[in-house]
């Protein structure tokens, strides 16, 4: 034995033969080893006694220099069962597509074994010659390749690929969730099926890319559904290559974004929408700070109906807020604004339950806040006795046009009220208000108390029927 490999005695003839092909052998990256006739171990290269973990001495290995050796699934394999033994007894050609050798350290190697009967001109044989193959990478490529596929089959986003002539060649199941198209129906078929005809160059361009082996960060794009749908999506794309290096294909994580998209839509008209009624909002406080410093005697007065208006408006506010901004009922709105200055024996309500607009909200609720105030200074509600009726009804008119009406009505007084001042309220009341609504209003004093009326187009109160949430009932 020396460090170039291992060599036992036999028949000279024999001897001499592998001597022939020592240094050849000696030089091979995989592991080979030869025996006599009886299969005992006359050659082994350094390749094999690395495989093994062991260098066996003269007439100390037969049929393998492993030192034990187990089949595929796991069962103790005796030396005399191994390929090579099985080829010199005649019991098979002995090649194994796998089993497992374990050192004397406890590692243990898969392996396959491709046994060679050495013959005479005669044709009786002399020994063999025994190659072994060493297959851990390509068990931890394979197990890599069914960890990898599991994680592409599994994967929520699209993973498709295709060849550098765009045709499908993979297809995993999210894809098919995404665009409708079973593997079935899509590998074989051409990318372009995917993409909207106005945007073809978008695949001309990435094609180019990964040919020249470039990777296409992720962008977005729009690709179609099999049922002709678009579909806002998410691309990341990058070059496939064969075991050479060369660029051969490329493949694509496709993610549906079309939930962001909608949320960002949805983003953007609520900050326009938000836009919009800040700005409603301001202009309603300049007028009714302009018409409050008109009819106000002194600062304090000033100050103090400016505070009680804007709070008023402040509780319609919270009312959008709450409701998220999908509609407010008029039942609510008429409950925030007399809540301060009545209580709710003294008020009659009657009307179906309407949801409205977020612009009825503002103009509403300061209508009632003002009719709520001045009741409660001068009219039915500074009373001891007496009702404040509110009705609403939809019809309508003669012309065919649906229309809304609402009555504030106070009676039961049991002395005459009065009118008290016709100030900010009753420009609000008389055209604030109905103008801002498309409609009109009328507001007069009687003995009893205050009458308003307002008339309007039905579809400038009623907020849009996509909100179907149960409305209280009254």
Not at 28 to 47: C, R
Not at 162 to 181: E, I, M, P
Request: include cysteine.
């Amino acid at each position: 034995m020396n460090g170039q490999g291992a060599f036992t005695s036999g028949p000279t003839d024999d001897a001499g033969e592998v001597w022939k092909f020592a240094e050849f052998l000696q030089g091979l990256p995989v592991a080979v080893y030869t025996t006599n006739a009886s299969g005992t171990i006359v050659f082994y290269n350094e390749a094999a006694a690395d495989l093994w973990g062991v260098r066996p001495g003269p007439g100390e290995g037969r049929w393998c220099g492993s030192w034990r050796m187990w089949t595929s699934d796991g069962q103790p394999l005796a030396h005399d069962q191994c390929a090579l033994a099985l080829a010199l007894s005649g019991r098979g050609d002995g090649r194994w597509e796998k089993a497992v050798i374990e050192r004397p350290n406890g590692s243990r190697v898969p392996f396959a074994a491709y046994p060679t009967l050495l013959r005479r001109p005669s044709g009786a044989i002399y020994g063999a010659v025994n190659t072994l193959i060493d297959l851990t990478d390509q068990e931890r490529a394979g197990a890599m390749g069914i960890r990898l596929a599991a994680i592409v089959e599994s994967s929520s986003d699209a993973i498709i690929s295709k060849n550098l002539d765009g045709v499908l060649t993979s297809w995993n199941r999210a894809a098919q969730s995404l665009f409708g198209y079973t593997a079935e129906e899509a590998i074989g078929k051409n990318v372009t099926m995917l993409i909207p005809s106005d945007r073809l160059d978008e695949e001309t361009e990435i094609i180019g890319k990964i040919r020249r082996g470039e990777s296409i960060k992720t962008y977005e794009t729009i690709r179609q559904r099999k049922d002709h749908r678009f579909v806002p999506v998410s691309l990341t794309v990058s070059p496939v290559r064969d075991a050479g290096g060369r660029v051969i294909g490329a493949s694509k994580i496709v993610r549906d974004i079309s939930q962001r998209v909608e949320s960002d839509r949805r983003m953007r008209l609520l900050l326009r929408e938000l836009n919009h009624r800040v700005k409603n909002q301001y202009a309603v406080i300049l007028s009714m700070i302009r018409e409050t410093r008109k009819r106000s005697r002194d600062p304090e007065e000033f100050e103090r109906l400016v505070r009680d208006r804007i709070m008023a408006l402040s509780a319609s506010h919270d009312l959008l807020v709450s409701d998220d901004w999908k509609g407010t009922t008029i039942f609510e709105l008429l409950i925030a604004q007399l809540r301060p200055f009545a209580p709710e024996e003294r008020v009659v309500i009657s009307g179906p339950p309407i949801r409205v607009k977020p612009n009825v909200v503002q103009h509403l609720g300061i209508a009632f806040h003002e009719l709520a105030a001045n009741s409660a200074m001068f009219g039915i509600l500074s009373q001891p006795t007496g009702d404040v009726k509110v009705e609403w009804k939809s019809m309508r008119a003669s012309d065919g046009a649906e229309r809304f009406q609402l009555t504030w009505t106070e009676s039961g007084a049991p002395a005459p009220v009065t009118a008290g001042e016709k100030g900010f309220g009753t420009v609000v009341l008389r055209r604030v208000v109905p103008e801002a609504l498309g409609g009109v209003g009328s507001f007069e004093f009687g003995t009893e108390g205050v009458v308003w009326q307002l008339d309007a187009p039905l579809d400038e109160i009623v907020a849009d029927p996509e909100d179907d949430r149960p409305t209280r009932e009254f």
